[in-house]
């Protein structure tokens, strides 16, 4: 995985200032608006493998993931939506559902109520993204619960049939907690996906790949130990530039919401030391925010954002943003990373429905380089991600704002050399779209 992938527990981001782009011909996207309007079904693009990220169906396009899709009514989980991509771009149109019913795998004869996405890797080595999904399992309460993670395979038709129950060996579980919280990542560097679970009393279930598609690994040890209990939702990053991914780990969060991190360092024989050590926060960024070769850090917290360069380096800067989340990638196609904030009272300008990225320069985040992103959507606006889905060395922002009860919007807004992104969305749609195919789509 590259240094900007983002590792983040909080998604939901805040905003900032800029210009209109309508003048520039970089940032003219004629908008696609899809919402409410049940745009038409189109295939799924057939591929044959790819090593992008994200790309269940192996065109060489990254895919978008879907969770909470909007319903009326408060009864099962409607289910995963997945958009897929293609070289212009998301395609909303060619959409997916994916629900317990139709995909999921049954344990003691039942079926999961609950049906969530959790991470993405190709852990097969096929070429083809594969899904991990969180479900729900029967369970009494005595003794170890059932390993409630299921994989869907990713294929040249996208991600299609039931799954299989991730198999975790009894030795390499401890205590009586859930085996969840997946974080996939080549943490011994042999060119295969692994993952790392939650396991109980500080430590972590290490399970190599490939996967087979029984859902085993190809071997899995003793726990490992770890300074913290819970795993931050994300993907895994190299932080140390030595071609292991490395994982981070939290304690449980205080009153404020907020949580002391540290990495566990990867190596030949897995994530097994721990390395750097991070004040509490509720988000933390890995990206390029200054040298380029450099990966560094940004920690959310309840009083502003730390900047750390060079991790595992000292403080160097900090924003005033209160209560934010944070992501990174970048938007402009330098090769730094910019960094966006989003959610609640941010106390630097920005208002609970927008967005702010900061500009990326050598010397490290420019805190007078903003640009804002307002969706005309009123509501609460979530990050979806910080990625290239149009394929033109800079990343697109992808957000969600939920307008009320059983109503949201989903925004592209493309990354742009000058302006860093632009202001209107390319395109929209609202994830009701995945409702009308129904069912076993």
Known sequence: MGTAAVVSCALLLAGCGGTDDAGRPET?????????????????????????????????????VLDDLVHSGHGDDAGIGVVY???????????????????GARTKGELPASFESEAACDLDKDGFTDLLVSTDPPYDGIGQPPVPLQILFGSPKGLTGKAVKVKVPAQARFGNDWSDQPVCGDFDGDGAADLVLHASGARLTYLRGPFKRTGAPRAAGKPLAAPGNDLVTGRATDVDRDGYDDVLV?????????????????????PAETGVLFPAGSDIAFGRFGKAKATDAAIAGPTGVALRYDVPSTLRSTLEAKNVAVDAGDLDGDGLSEL???????GSGGGAG??????????????????????????????????DFDGDERADLILRTYRGDGEDTVGVYPGVKGDLVVRKPRITFSTQEFLALGDGA
């Open 28 to 64: 003219r996207h004629r908008p696609v608006s899809m919402a409410g309007k049940g745009a038409a079904q189109l295939p799924v693009p057939q591929g044959k493998g790819s090593k992008a990220d994200d790309d269940f169906n192996g065109d060489g396009a990254p895919d978008l």
């Open 250 to 270: 939290r304690k449980a969060a205080n009153a404020s919401g907020a949580a002391a991190g540290a990495l566990v360092l990867g190596g030949p024989k897995g």
């Open 354 to 387: 927008e967005v702010r990225v900061f500009r990326g320069r050598t010397a490290g985040i420019d805190k007078n380089a903003t640009a804002t992103v307002t969706p005309s959507a009123k509501g609460t606006t979530q990050v979806l991600a910080v990625a």
């Open 340 to 346: 966006v904030l989003s959610g609640g009272g941010s």
């Open 85 to 103: 991509g293609s070289k212009a771009g998301l395609r909303p149109g060619a959409r997916q559902l994916l629900s317990a019913r139709t995909n």
